[in-house]
């Protein structure tokens, strides 16, 4: 059991990887936006198979903190990429007053 | 009952692992921003999903499965609105070219 | 070579890659990307290493907070007019390398060579958890016995945002920092600052509390509230207060106000500076991290937003 849960978890560490590799490349910051989703799901899975393999119950709390902050992250790149979309395009959503 | 249990999270890990090859590969394959952010949504959230479930026989209590469940709930919510988010970036990022 | 070291293997060089790839990209934005996506990973490798308390610091503050805090300062400096700076010279790239490469070998082979076994004085801390019956090794050394590190860290947060507050203009001190953010209210943004705050919140006093127990504490719970309060301020659902009110500085200040009491008070009616009696360690200790949690999240928070940049109207 412990075998098969550690190799998935290097598999799907493996998968992160190559998804990484494909999104930090991806030509343009919209796809570079997407870098947090992907972690917010792979690494949580990944974190919750570590948790029961080796026995750290309290892997969950940070699997749960992860999938907060991965969405905040998520949040924060888009709104980030955004205005800097706008500023070479039309207007801005913030004011500076 | 505890061969049960580990035939239950064998078999739903190793179904939750496919779907995160399945869209790992659809994130390397797709051919332009939308489709791979539906790769990475759509897929990558039912693979947690199934680890999730694969998990769940091997919870230590009744806590650590609700605590599972809800972390997935979350991912689950935060995935569907970012990934609008993401979406609506990538439009305004194409009509502006 | 069995699965959990090629699973480790794995682990190490996603990690690696990825940070080599954040120093060596050209553009800012995918290199924080890069560096936050980093954060979240070496959360992972903390996990592995059974440091539950530092992962979840490193997913709450290399994760989220500090993500936004360079895409901020990426921004500005977009934004700024370039000057025309010397880009740095071979000589000064060549000597930067290697002193990095110095600094990473002294490092590795610190830890190769380590005794084994390695110096350490966790099993006497284990011991001890009867002091303050808190069941969390970490949170009694932070909160007992080297709570005077834990206390003047609070005072050097305070510091650090004095030093932000102190980049304002002249004519915009005592107002808000940061823009006025500004989204579509029917729109997808505010309808995920309304949802996720309050599951965040949970989420923050949760791990604030079983960190008596277990792993967590006050500044992972500090640092989740403040990436709440962040994210509702970047959907224009509220705006940043500004600086010179009342309530704001009292939350500045009461955290390290209340360690410095408590303190104070052992050094009266007890034995030495932050002694607890030990009949009142526990409630001491809680009492003290309930104001530390409140002034962790406003410091980070106002951290984030910046200097004030609008006075008050």
């Given at each position: 059991?412990?075998?098969?849960?550690?190799?998935?978890?290097?598999?799907?560490?493996?998968?992160?990887?190559?998804?990484?590799?494909?999104?930090?490349?991806?030509?343009?910051?919209?796809?570079?936006?997407?870098?947090?989703?992907?972690?917010?799901?792979?690494?949580?899975?990944?974190?919750?198979?570590?948790?029961?393999?080796?026995?750290?119950?309290?892997?969950?709390?940070?699997?749960?903190?992860?999938?907060?902050?991965?969405?905040?992250a998520?949040?924060?790149?888009?709104?980030?990429?955004?205005?800097?979309?706008?500023?070479?395009?039309?207007?801005?959503?913030?004011?500076h007053? | 009952?505890?061969?049960?249990?580990?035939?239950?999270?064998?078999?739903?890990?190793?179904?939750?692992?496919?779907?995160?090859?399945?869209?790992?590969?659809?994130?390397?394959?797709?051919?332009?921003?939308?489709?791979?952010?539906?790769?990475?949504?759509?897929?990558?959230?039912?693979?947690?999903?199934?680890?999730?479930?694969?998990?769940?026989?091997?919870?230590?209590?009744?806590?650590e499965?609700?605590?599972?469940?809800?972390?997935?709930?979350?991912?689950?919510?935060?995935?569907?609105?970012?990934?609008q988010?993401?979406?609506?970036?990538?439009?305004?990022?194409?009509?502006?070219? | 070579?069995?699965i959990?070291?090629?699973?480790?293997?794995?682990?190490?060089?996603?990690?690696?890659?990825?940070?080599?790839?954040?120093?060596?990209?050209?553009?800012?934005?995918?290199a924080?990307?890069?560096?936050?996506?980093?954060?979240?990973?070496?959360a992972?490798?903390?996990?592995?290493?059974?440091?539950?308390?530092?992962?979840?610091?490193?997913?709450?503050?290399?994760?989220?907070?500090?993500?936004?805090?360079?895409?901020?300062?990426?921004?500005?400096?977009?934004?700024?007019?370039?000057?025309?700076?010397?880009?740095?010279?071979?000589?000064?790239?060549?000597?930067?390398?290697?002193?990095?490469?110095?600094?990473?070998?002294?490092?590795?082979?610190?830890?190769?060579?380590?005794?084994?076994?390695?110096?350490?004085?966790?099993?006497?801390?284990?011991?001890?958890?009867?002091?303050?019956?808190?069941?969390?090794?970490?949170?009694?050394?932070?909160?007992?016995?080297?709570?005077?590190?834990?206390?003047?860290?609070?005072?050097?947060?305070?510091?650090?945002?004095?030093?932000?507050?102190?980049?304002?203009?002249?004519?915009?001190?005592?107002?808000?920092?940061?823009?006025?953010?500004?989204?579509?209210?029917?729109?997808?943004?505010?309808?995920?600052?309304?949802?996720l705050?309050?599951?965040?919140?949970?989420?923050?006093?949760?791990?604030?509390?079983?960190?008596?127990?277990?792993?967590?504490?006050?500044?992972?719970g500090?640092?989740?509230?403040?990436?709440?309060?962040?994210l509702?301020?970047?959907?224009?659902?509220?705006?940043?207060?500004?600086?010179?009110?009342?309530?704001?500085?009292f939350?500045?200040?009461?955290?390290?106000?209340?360690?410095?009491?408590?303190?104070l008070?052992?050094?009266?009616?007890?034995?030495?500076?932050?002694?607890?009696?030990p009949?009142?360690a526990?409630?001491?200790?809680?009492?003290?991290?309930?104001?530390?949690?409140?002034?962790?999240?406003?410091?980070?928070?106002?951290?984030?937003?910046?200097?004030?940049?609008r006075?008050?109207?």
């Amino acid at each position: 059991m412990t075998e098969f849960l550690t190799a998935a978890v290097g598999f799907i560490l493996a998968l992160l990887a190559l998804g990484l590799v494909s999104i930090l490349r991806g030509p343009g910051d919209t796809d570079r936006m997407m870098a947090a989703q992907l972690i917010g799901t792979g690494g949580i899975a990944a974190l919750l198979l570590v948790g029961t393999v080796t026995g750290v119950s309290a892997a969950v709390d940070v699997a749960l903190t992860l999938a907060l902050l991965a969405t905040f992250a998520s949040i924060a790149f888009v709104k980030k990429g955004l205005s800097s979309l706008e500023t070479h395009g039309t207007g801005s959503t913030e004011n500076h007053k | 009952m505890s061969l049960a249990r580990d035939i239950m999270t064998i078999s739903a890990v190793s179904a939750g692992v496919f779907f995160f090859l399945a869209g790992t590969a659809g994130l390397l394959r797709f051919p332009d921003t939308l489709t791979r952010l539906h790769a990475l949504t759509k897929a990558d959230n039912l693979g947690l999903g199934l680890v999730v479930l694969g998990l769940l026989p091997q919870a230590g209590s009744l806590r650590e499965g609700l605590k599972l469940v809800s972390i997935w709930l979350l991912v689950l919510l935060a995935g569907a609105t970012v990934s609008q988010l993401i979406a609506r970036t990538a439009r305004q990022g194409e009509t502006a070219k | 070579m069995n699965i959990a070291t090629i699973f480790e293997v794995v682990l190490a060089a996603v990690v690696l890659g990825l940070g080599i790839w954040t120093i060596a990209v050209r553009e800012t934005y995918s290199a924080t990307v890069g560096f936050v996506a980093y954060g979240l990973l070496v959360a992972l490798i903390w996990v592995r290493l059974d440091a539950v308390d530092v992962a979840l610091t490193e997913a709450a503050i290399g994760g989220g907070l500090g993500g936004v805090l360079l895409l901020g300062a990426a921004a500005r400096l977009r934004d700024a007019e370039p000057t025309v700076a010397e880009a740095p010279g071979m000589v000064t790239r060549v000597s930067a390398a290697a002193l990095s490469a110095l600094t990473a070998a002294a490092l590795a082979g610190a830890i190769v060579f380590l005794p084994d076994p390695a110096p350490t004085l966790a099993p006497t801390v284990v011991a001890h958890a009867s002091a303050t019956s808190l069941a969390n090794p970490v949170t009694n050394v932070l909160m007992a016995f080297r709570a005077m590190d834990t206390m003047l860290e609070k005072v050097v947060l305070l510091l650090a945002i004095i030093g932000v507050w102190s980049l304002a203009p002249d004519n915009a001190w005592g107002g808000h920092p940061g823009p006025r953010h500004q989204a579509d209210p029917d729109g997808i943004l505010v309808f995920l600052a309304r949802l996720l705050p309050p599951v965040g919140i949970v989420v923050a006093i949760y791990i604030f509390w079983t960190g008596a127990n277990h792993p967590g504490g006050a500044f992972q719970g500090g640092a989740i509230l403040a990436s709440m309060w962040v994210l509702a301020i970047m959907a224009g659902l509220t705006d940043t207060p500004s600086i010179g009110r009342r309530w704001l500085r009292f939350v500045l200040v009461a955290g390290p106000g209340l360690f410095l009491l408590v303190g104070l008070g052992g050094l009266w009616f007890g034995t030495a500076f932050l002694a607890y009696p030990p009949a009142l360690a526990k409630p001491l200790i809680l009492g003290i991290e309930v104001a530390m949690i409140l002034t962790i999240a406003a410091t980070l928070g106002l951290l984030l937003a910046g200097a004030p940049e609008r006075s008050v109207k």
